[in-house]
């Protein structure tokens, strides 16, 4: 007997039955006999069982051609709830949802990420229950969490790996610490890659391959290849920032290396670029504020910090050929200067094949695009076949 | 009803369950039952039809605790053959093996791709034929086919899609006219894709991320991402002989750009630096020569060929974070000196995180990584749950 047989619970097929529920279209019990090749009363009894979960619930009756109509059932994301925690260096933005990342309720407030996982995490969770209260529902329906962090995450542990920004979380075990708060499944990512994932899912649901590109203090992407977040052997996959560019010159960046795409083209780095223009600005929300009153310096080199950016999007470009392109962030935030300067050299340096079919735009989800991600992480994992079983009383 | 349950077969179950026993570990009808939560008789059923159509085996006996001990089952991939044919411009190579790429038999030749399609793809059916003959089998085992072209392909439909060095095939529907002389299922994709698989299947079949990379005439990299090829939106992903290198200057590219990869590192481009530097040589077979032979112009040519591909590498490194990059190609052939230049780079111009457990390394296929993706191709499609049902008599 090997290891698979010996551990793994005897699934009931309920878990994988549900899968084909799972695009919310109505279907009726014959339906479900006749895709799966399973007897009328296997999938009769699996039926209840979804229904008295609540995942599933009757959708009215199909056409018939004579006699009794048969019953329909289909997905009801309603019936559970997902808590979705976006975590930046000064920033939480939390969110309760369903199972189809319909937010119930959600709150937005300033924090110091330096307070430490403790404080932090013990805050997100007692916010948590009461956007679940403030939603009208109980803590019960809560089925999972999930959490972006503003660092590098080790997905499979959930722990952050040292973390540049985040003073006191290094390997800090934010899943069994939120569990003691709240005792269901908790998925941890960084906060690029929950981004990516978010836009993808709210906004471009059909799309195989899409890269997400945060543009802010820093600038680090997600990679959508085929579906799903790809995060590479490390986890590191999508770590932009300190690309050579080329003609980046000896521009110091604070890896250590010159001539890195965050030493030339992040908020830090333009705000540096304005004030030695005789326009002082401290951060990428600043660079913004200019740009939109019309300062000219600043809109200058807001494209040219597009026109960098494009030169290593050219590079993945060739190597990804995704689709669309969403660059996302705050620097973002300054119109088009930022995409025009992206666009006019991702489509010149790449080939016709690559980008005849490629779009770049700007993020859709209005800042959300964070807890819209950390939602669909956290429903998709309780909504495969083995998390479902669990969910089945 | 609707399209999905309209239309698709009524599975036996026999595809999934084939999927427990394709690691080729010997298990027992009530192992199987364990691990699926099925009957003991829908089991043993099952078992029966795997076992008539020679995809699974007897294994032996399971140890007992008492009494007859019960028999086990395992994958016999020696059942069934695939035909492997990986076609260059000037090269065909092709291998009958089995459902492991195990080699049964193989046959080099030159061909010249410009004959067309139908010369040569008839020439390549008629080949197959001979050699499953030759490896002493009926051409009623063959299963499936799996080929490989020195051009941009739909994956999908099989077609090239203009080919810029093979005159003729441009949407030319490969699969239904091999399907003509051998009448199973055809996979189709380009040379680079099916050397990545070919190289991750047989060496490192371990590694969830691999990028292999192919310099030769030209350049142009596979990405293996979470174990799959992934061919991005157009199957373009991985064309890096287009990119605009760092410092590349106005080197002019048969594309019409400057400064691109290949216009600076392929052996095309090494071969007239050497001719300019006094070194007559026309191809990258004769800068591989150069370098064995000692000259050490060709060397530092070879060298700084690496530096530069490196450069592009290591923003492919910080995109994706592989795990091993695999070189190829015939320049790679060229000993150290090249691997030298791209280590070089790469290892110094990425972040810690993601070149502390990276490997560069030199194919280790001989040659051979093209028909063993080819055959990997072939054999996993036939595989999977659905056409495991189609193989069942």
């Not at 919310?24 to 090749?37: F, I, M, N, S, Y």
């Not at 009801?76 to 319909?102: I, Q, W, Y």
């Not at 529902?137 to 999930?146: A, F």
Request: include cysteine; charged fraction near 20%.
């Amino acid at each position: 007997m090997d290891a698979l047989t010996k551990f793994a619970p005897r699934p009931s097929g309920v878990g994988e039955m549900f899968q084909l529920l799972r695009d919310g279209r109505p279907r009726t019990r014959a339906d479900l006999a006749q895709v799966t090749g399973q007897a009328r009363s296997t999938i009769a009894a699996r039926v209840d069982l979804l229904l008295a979960s609540g995942l599933v619930a009757p959708a009215g009756e199909a056409s018939s051609t004579g006699g009794r109509p048969p019953a329909t059932f289909a997905f009801a994301p309603s019936a559970k709830l997902v808590l979705a925690v976006d975590l930046g260096a000064t920033h939480a933005r939390l969110a309760v949802t369903d199972l189809a990342s319909t937010v119930l309720a959600e709150h937005h407030e300033e924090i110091s990420i330096a307070a430490g996982p403790e404080a932090v995490l013990d805050r997100a969770a007692g916010l948590g229950l009461k956007l679940v209260e403030q939603a009208g529902r109980s803590s019960k329906d809560l089925v999972s969490v999930g959490v972006g962090l503003p660092g590098p995450v080790d997905h499979d542990s959930g722990r952050p790996m040292n973390p540049p920004i985040m003073p006191g979380w290094d390997g800090a075990d934010v899943v069994t610490h939120l569990q003691g708060r709240l005792p269901v499944p908790v998925l941890v990512d960084n906060d690029v890659n929950i981004m990516a994932l978010g836009e993808h899912r709210s906004q471009f649901p059909d799309v195989d391959h899409l890269l997400f590109v945060k543009v802010a203090t820093g600038i680090g992407a997600g990679v959508i290849s085929d579906g799903e977040i790809r995060r590479g052997a490390q986890g590191a996959a999508g770590d932009l920032g300190h690309i050579a560019v080329a003609g980046g010159g000896d521009a110091p960046c604070r890896c250590g290396n010159t001539g890195c795409l965050e030493a030339l083209a992040s908020g830090r780095a333009l705000a540096d670029a304005l004030t030695s223009h005789g326009t002082p600005a401290r951060s990428s929300a600043d660079v913004v504020r200019l740009v939109r009153a019309g300062d000219v310096t600043a809109s200058h080199v807001v494209r040219e910090a597009g026109r960098t950016i494009g030169s290593v999007l050219a590079t993945c470009v060739s190597m990804l050929n995704p689709s669309v392109i969403v660059i996302g962030g705050n620097l973002a935030e300054a119109g088009e200067h930022l995409l025009a300067g992206i666009r006019e050299v991702v489509y010149r340096r790449s080939l016709p094949l690559a980008t005849q079919h490629l779009r770049i735009v700007g993020s859709r989800t209005r800042g959300r695009a964070g807890v819209l991600g950390a939602s669909a992480m956290a429903a998709e994992h309780v909504l495969s076949p083995a998390a479902i079983e669990a969910l089945i009383p």
